[in-house]
C-alpha cells in the first residue's frame, strides 16, 4: 500500500494531468456523445478511477490516453444501459432507440478514428460551445474555466469572490441550456463566425482582466486567472491562425501581463503605469506580445477592438521610460477605437491619452461630457481620472472631493486605499 507521501505526491501529478488534459478529453469525448454535459461527467469518472487507482497501481506512461480511454469505456457502459431501458420503455420512441443504437455501434469507429486534427477541430468546437451567446455571460465565464481551464467550481467561485454553490448553479444551467437548445457541436461558418468568435474572445478578455484589476476583494490582482486566461488565448491562437482579433487579444494580454511584477509593490499596493518601474516588466513576454501584434496587422484589413488596444500597450511597452511614450500616437489609436466600438469607458480612456499629449485642460473638457453618463454614475474611474486632471490643474480642493468620491464607489479594497491616499496628497504646498 503506498504512504501519505506517496499518495499526495500522486494525487498533484493527477492534478497537474487534468489540468492539461480535461479539455482534450472532454472536446473529444462531446464529438462522440453530442452532449458536453455528459462529456464532463464521463471525464469527471475518469479523474475519479486514477484518484483510485493510480496511487497504487503507479502513474501510466500516457496518463492522457489512459483517462481518455478509462472516460471511453464509461460512455460505451452508459450506452448500453440506455439501450436496455429503451428496449423496456419503447414508449420512449423508436427515433430515441435508432439514434442509441447508432451511437453504440459506432463508438469504437468515433473514438478509434481520432487523431491530433480531430483534437483541434474538438477543442474549437468545445470553445465556440463554452462561449455561446445562448449562455449568460457570466455562465460563459464559468463553464469556459471549468471545461477549457480545468478549474474546480471551488477555484472558480474563490477567483471571482462568488459563493460555491453559485456558480455551480450556473455551470449546471449552462450545460442545461446548451443541451435544451440542442446548441450543435461544430465551428460556426460564413457570417455566424465573426458573432461567435466575439464572443469567445469576450470570455476570455473577462477573465484576464478580473486577474489584471479585481473588480473587489483584498487583492488588486489575481495572477492565476491572467495565467488561464493567456493559456486559453494561446490555445485558440493555435486553433484560428487566420483570425486577425485572436491575435491581437494574445498581444493585448502578453503586453498587459508583462507589467505584472511592477503593477504590485511588495506590501501589496497598487503602483500605477506611469510609476511603474520598468526594468521590473517580463520583457519576454513584451517580445511575445508584440509578434503576435505583427500577426494581426500581416493578416490585413484594419485592426480590430483588441488589435487596437494591443497597439495601444505596444505604445506602453516600446518606451523605456514613461517620458517617452507616444502619447499622440495613443490619442489617436483611442480615436479609432471610438469610432469601432464606441462607448463611455472609451471615451475616458481617450480623454486620459488626449490630456497626457496636449494637456489637462483638452482632457478635462472630454471627462465633463461624460459626467451626464447612466452608465458612469457608479464607475469610481470617471472621478478618479477628473480628479487627476483637476489636481494637475492646481484645483486641489475639487481633486480631493473627487478622489474621496472615486475612493467611496471603488469595491477593491486595495484600489479604494490608493484613492484615500490620493485625496489626502491633495495640497496646494
Same mark, same amino acid.
Given at each position: 500500500m503506498p504512504g501519505q507521501v506517496e499518495t499526495a505526491a500522486t494525487h498533484r501529478v493527477i492534478d497537474a494531468v487534468w489540468r492539461i488534459e480535461s479539455a482534450r478529453i472532454i472536446a473529444g469525448l462531446t464529438r462522440i456523445v453530442r452532449d458536453v454535459g455528459l462529456a464532463e461527467e464521463l471525464a469527471q469518472d475518469a479523474l475519479v478511477a486514477a484518484l483510485e487507482r493510480w496511487p497504487g497501481s503507479g502513474v501510466p506512461d500516457n496518463p492522457g490516453a489512459w483517462l481518455m480511454a478509462t472516460a471511453k469505456h464509461r460512455a460505451m457502459d452508459h450506452f448500453r444501459r440506455n439501450k436496455l431501458l429503451e428496449r423496456k420503455h419503447e414508449e420512449l420512441g423508436r427515433e430515441l432507440e435508432s439514434q442509441q443504437e447508432f451511437a453504440v455501434a459506432n463508438f469504437d469507429a468515433a473514438f478509434d478514428s481520432a487523431n491530433?486534427? &480531430?483534437?483541434?477541430? $474538438?477543442?474549437?468546437?468545445?470553445?465556440?460551445?463554452s462561449c455561446h451567446p445562448v449562455l449568460a455571460t457570466e455562465a460563459r465565464v464559468a463553464l469556459t474555466l471549468r471545461l477549457l481551464g480545468g478549474l474546480t467550481t471551488q477555484e472558480i467561485a474563490r477567483a471571482?469572490?462568488?459563493?460555491?454553490?453559485?456558480?455551480? *448553479?450556473?455551470?449546471?444551467?449552462?450545460k442545461r441550456t446548451l443541451a435544451e437548445a440542442h446548441v450543435p457541436f461544430e465551428v460556426p461558418r460564413g457570417p455566424d463566425l465573426?458573432?461567435?468568435?466575439?464572443?469567445?474572445?469576450?470570455?476570455? +478578455?473577462?477573465?484576464?482582466?478580473?486577474? +489584471?484589476?479585481?473588480? =473587489?476583494?483584498? $487583492?488588486?490582482m489575481r495572477p492565476a486567472l491572467c495565467e488561464d486566461a493567456l493559456r486559453l488565448g494561446r490555445i485558440l491562437e493555435g486553433l484560428a491562425p487566420n483570425e486577425p482579433e485572436v491575435h491581437g487579444l494574445v498581444a493585448l494580454m502578453e503586453i498587459q501581463a508583462s507589467r505584472s511584477r511592477a503593477r504590485v509593490s511588495p506590501s501589496g499596493e497598487p503602483i500605477l503605469?506611469? &510609476? *511603474?518601474?520598468?526594468?521590473?516588466? $517580463? /520583457?519576454?513576454?513584451?517580445? /511575445?506580445?508584440?509578434?503576435?501584434?505583427?500577426?494581426?496587422?500581416?493578416?490585413?484589413? =484594419?485592426?480590430g477592438p483588441y488589435a487596437l488596444q494591443a497597439a495601444i500597450a505596444a505604445c506602453h511597452a516600446r518606451a523605456h521610460v514613461a517620458s517617452e511614450t507616444d502619447w499622440p500616437r495613443i490619442a489617436a489609436l483611442y480615436n479609432a477605437l471610438a469610432q469601432l466600438t464606441p462607448s463611455p469607458v472609451v471615451e475616458l480612456n481617450r480623454a486620459v491619452a488626449v490630456s497626457m499629449a496636449f494637456g489637462p485642460q483638452a482632457g478635462l473638457e472630454l471627462v465633463d461630457n461624460l459626467i451626464p453618463e447612466p452608465s458612469l454614475k457608479s464607475y469610481h474611474l470617471l472621478p478618479a481620472v477628473r480628479a487627476d486632471l483637476l489636481k494637475k490643474l492646481g484645483r486641489f480642493d475639487e481633486a480631493r472631493a473627487e478622489f474621496a468620491r472615486a475612493a467611496s464607489l471603488a469595491q477593491n479594497a486595495r484600489e479604494r486605499t490608493l484613492l484615500q491616499d490620493r485625496a489626502a496628497s491633495c495640497t496646494s504646498s
Open positions: 491530433d486534427a &480531430d483534437f483541434g477541430d $474538438d477543442l474549437l468546437r468545445l470553445v465556440f460551445i471571482f469572490l462568488v459563493p460555491e454553490p453559485t456558480i455551480a *448553479q450556473r455551470i449546471v444551467r449552462a465573426a458573432a461567435r468568435l466575439s464572443s469567445v474572445l469576450e470570455v476570455i +478578455y473577462l477573465v484576464f482582466n478580473e486577474g +489584471y484589476s479585481a473588480t =473587489a476583494g483584498e $487583492d488588486w503605469l506611469l &510609476d *511603474q518601474d520598468r526594468t521590473r516588466w $517580463d /520583457h519576454l513576454l513584451v517580445r /511575445h506580445g508584440l509578434a503576435a501584434l505583427e500577426r494581426a496587422e500581416s493578416l490585413g484589413g =484594419a485592426l
